[in-house]
T-cell receptor, first 116, second 113 residues
């Protein structure tokens, strides 16, 4: 079946611009996660959705970052007034039933964001 | 909050040899520990996981061990092959709450033919 997909695969923008990154989770997965991965580091948690609501947004670095999941499926990560330090790979993951004892997260290929 | 450390940062082995990667975690409430493999330009892929009620788990050439008392867990790959070359990440989480994973910094494994 189809895995997690993310678009675009690459995004180059200028400092100060606004960007949107999209994630399509695996069909039926209720939980969706956004992570940020800087070069040579492990993924760093940003935000977790259970259904339409953000259950945990403690990883968002500041108020320039915002994410939505209006219908409980597709999610969009929005970054305002981009800075060069925002350059990273943004990963999305989904899981079937995070409330169970089995919590495998399936990752998408990521969106590489470059802020010039 | 949880902190996960991982060693070594790079590891080179000869094809056919074994590779061991070790991780430690700080939060004794963590109870789910997955290992992910990430190839260049791709997202991480789960290769094996272990829950805190189990001390060891095997899947063909891959095994994971967990020591809850010491708060460390290890990945063992036997009979390594060139296609095992990738970056490996360990992670810890509270699976009961469906929370995010806290990842280690990664180990770049190179299997030399």
């Amino acid at each position: 079946g189809a895995g997690v997909s993310q678009t675009p695969s690459n995004k180059v923008t200028e400092k100060g611009k606004y960007v949107e990154l999209r994630c399509d989770p695996i069909s039926g997965h209720t939980a969706l996660y956004w992570y940020r991965q800087s070069l040579g580091q492990g993924p760093e948690f940003l935000i977790y959705f259970q259904g339409t609501g953000a259950a945990d947004d403690s990883g968002l670095p500041n108020d320039r970052f915002f994410a939505v999941r209006p219908e409980g499926s597709v999610s969009t990560l929005k970054i305002q007034r981009t800075e060069r330090g925002d350059s990273a790979v943004y990963l999305c993951a989904s899981s079937l039933n995070p409330g169970s004892s089995y919590n495998e997260q399936f990752f998408g290929p990521g969106t590489r964001l470059t802020v010039l | 909050g949880e902190n996960v450390e991982q060693h070594p940062s790079t590891l080179s082995v000869q094809e056919g040899d074994s590779a061991v990667i070790k991780c430690t975690y700080s939060d004794s409430a963590s109870n789910y520990f997955p290992w992910y493999k990430q190839e260049l330009g791709k997202g991480p892929q789960l290769i094996i996981d272990i829950r805190s009620n189990v001390g060891e788990k095997k899947d063909q050439r891959i095994a994971v061990t967990l020591n809850k008392t010491a708060k460390h867990f290890s990945l063992h790959i036997t009979e390594t092959q060139p296609e095992d070359s990738a970056v490996y990440f360990c992670a810890a989480s509270h699976s009961d709450y469906g929370q995010n994973f806290v990842f280690g910094p990664g180990t770049r494994l190179s299997v030399l033919p």
